[in-house]
């Protein structure tokens, strides 16, 4: 059984309570949260002031993706803020300080993961693996909604299930880019366990049948 996570990307932001609570009466128990600082990619999104907002007004688990440069110098404002999951890009920094703020955001209470873009192969996850809870497949390029699914990352997603089975069975396998009750069909059969949506989800007429057909 999979986990559905909705991407606050393509919620509503005028009502963006709203619709936190309306995916929890839908049955969502995570909740998938883009932050983004136009460096590390070529768009602005969310800061930590925002996830210290949602902190109060939902229960729901809040997935918290860092698309930003030098995560070690962010980390710990979001684990304060009040983030479940903190995942961090391989590709940010050196391998060093990705070891460290992986080990910072432990010993802040938060569930650490890595992401890996298109490009970056598998066994770039392979020197953190152990520290994770949660690894991250990027299915489009990060820094936008609404891209077009990359089939073509799917034995990426594979070979990491088969890592993660052979080497920390309790994390978990997340993909995050143009999914929908058909290319989330796809993501499960190569290994995925949680499944990012946002355009998909939020447009969706039923969303009960959307979070039945990903968590099935």
Known sequence: MAILSPSILSCDYMNMQRDFAHCKEVGCKWLHVDIMDGHFVPNLSFGYS??????????LVLDVHLMIDT????AEEFCKAGADYLTIHVEADTEENIHKTLD???SLGVKPGVVVKPKTPAEAVLPFLD???L???MTVEPGFGGQKFMADMMPKLKKLRE???EKNPSCHLEVDGGVDMVTGEICKENGADVLVAGSAYFKAEDKVAFLKSIEK
């Open 50 to 59: 925002l996830v210290k907002a949602m902190r109060p007004v939902t229960d």
């Open 71 to 74: 995560p070690i110098k962010y």
């Open 104 to 106: 910072l955001i432990r």
């Open 131 to 133: 520290k994770c809870d």
């Open 135 to 137: 690894v991250l497949v």
């Open 163 to 165: 890592y993660i089975n």
